[in-house]
């Protein structure tokens, strides 16, 4: 495996984190998905290099948000 | 008390919760406090759109009815100089359209603490520009019966740029073959040939080629103009390469940003892209005066980031994502679609509205969401 990436520390970046199995199968229990239905994000997407991601993998994003001061996201990684 | 914060942590925005938090008066018993939350979740969540509501249809009126009073051209002047940026309706198209080259592009680069107090402004302004040779000439002049060209350069320009003739000529030396760079006694360069039959109007094609020739600076930054913002000096460019400027170690690099999605995409990543649009369209809309709630920005950026990279709002950005056929078909150039569909043997499950609108059923929208399921009994 290449050296790990550092992270991104810009203001338009939120913080992104990779979710693991057991947090994956309690969020597609809650709102019913499978990971494919999720919004997607690119496997060579520049943010998530530092979090060593793979397909199908689901990051978690803690968004700032004008109206909601944080809001949270989640996005399935994909390779396209 | 913590511990009611804590479990209403999931249930309502964390923004909400600090307001709470502020306007508690200052005895307030956990049951009252236990009162206060469960009437604000209800509030909160009977202001939510409800499952089925249809959010796009509201954004596109709630844009598309102020967009019509946006001045059609426009162009915003950054301070006295004369750098401007396309805003109106023109950037608004662009931001929506996902275009990938913008009409201008602009760059704002803040620095690091000793010189954002406006130590050497104007020296890493001049640094951060893209020079061509002709910026430093005075006169280019070709001698006809030597084969010779010189080229006499500027001295003060070119120490405003923290350059030599030694360099200049190297830079030259390098990029043409053919052709010999030497500084005379007197600073000036001679250009000569190296072989002895070269045509005399190669040149003369020289001549047009050297003048365009980079010398320094970062490329694609065609202007730069030092500002005073607050307490705070930075540089406002024209043109835009964040890459390049990420290397430099008296820019801070977490502030750095242009106007270009397409380069923020791929630098910092889709959401920095997703945050860029909503910034962008939200500044344009600020200056010409016009009310849309952020929300509705959220939703277009939402919609545009979804696959993972940015896509403009058109049929060959998300409407080309859309699995129906007749949704595709029912955009722009059906004929094409359709055809498309056939020869691929496409199904069309029906699951959105457009389609259900074209074959006269219910649509999936407000209550005709929900499906009915019942237990069926055998009878004998």
């Known amino acids: 495996m290449a050296a790990k990436k550092e992270k991104i520390n810009h203001f338009l970046v939120p913080e992104h984190s990779k979710l693991n199995d057991k947090e994956k199968k309690e969020l597609m229990e809650k709102f019913h998905l499978t990971t494919k239905e999720l919004p997607k994000i690119a496997l060579t997407d520049a943010a998530i290099q530092h979090l060593d991601p793979k397909e199908k993998d689901v990051i978690k994003i803690i968004r700032k948000s004008s109206t909601a001061e944080t809001t949270i996201f989640y996005r399935g990684v994909v390779n396209e | ?380």
Do not use: W
């Open chain 2, 1 to 380: 008390m913590a511990d009611l914060f804590k479990e209403y942590e999931n249930l309502l925005p964390r923004k909400i919760l600090t307001e709470v938090k502020e306007y508690l008066p200052p005895k307030c018993s956990d049951a009252k406090l236990k009162k206060i939350l469960v009437a604000v979740y209800k509030e909160y969540s009977d202001s939510r759109a409800q499952p089925g509501e249809s959010v796009g249809l509201v954004t596109a009126e709630s844009i598309g009815e102020p967009g019509t009073q946006m001045t059609l051209n426009t162009f915003h002047f950054a301070g006295v100089s004369e750098l401007n940026v396309t805003t109106g309706l023109p950037r608004i198209i662009e931001i929506l359209d996902g275009r990938k080259k913008i009409t201008t592009t602009m760059m704002e680069v803040y620095l690091k603490k000793p010189y954002s107090t406006g130590k050497d402004i104007k020296k890493i302004a001049e640094t951060i520009k893209e020079t061509t040779l002709k910026e430093f000439v005075d006169e280019i002049s070709i001698n006809i019966a030597n084969m010779q060209m010189v080229i006499i350069l500027n001295k003060s320009k070119l120490k405003v740029a923290l350059l030599t003739e030694d360099a200049v000529a190297k830079i030259l030396d390098k990029g043409f073959k053919g052709f010999k760079f030497k500084i005379q006694k007197d600073q000036s360069l001679l250009v000569t040939p190296s072989s002895k039959d070269a045509a005399l109007n190669e040149i003369y094609k020289l001549k047009e080629k050297v003048k365009d020739t980079y010398i320094s600076g970062i490329k694609g930054i065609t202007q730069v103009l030092p500002v005073k913002r607050g307490e705070e000096f930075l540089i406002v460019t024209a043109g835009s390469n964040i890459k390049e400027l990420l290397k430099k170690d008296y820019v801070d690099s977490t502030r750095i940003f242009s106007n270009d999605i397409f380069e923020i995409q791929g630098l910092f990543g889709v959401e920095a892209a997703r945050q860029a649009i909503i910034n962008e369209s939200m500044k344009v809309l600020d200056t010409q005066g016009i009310n849309i709630d952020i929300r509705h920005i959220m939703l277009v950026s939402d919609a545009m980031t979804m696959s993972g990279k940015v896509m403009g709002i058109n049929r060959y950005g998300i409407v080309k994502e859309k699995p129906s056929v007749l949704a595709r078909a029912s955009f722009e150039t059906p004929i094409k679609h359709i055809i498309n569909a056939a020869l691929t043997g496409e199904v069309d499950y029906l699951n959105s509205v457009i389609e259900n609108v074209m074959i006269n059923q219910p649509v999936p929208v407000g209550t005709g969401l929900p499906g009915l399921i019942t237990k069926t009994t055998k009878t004998k």
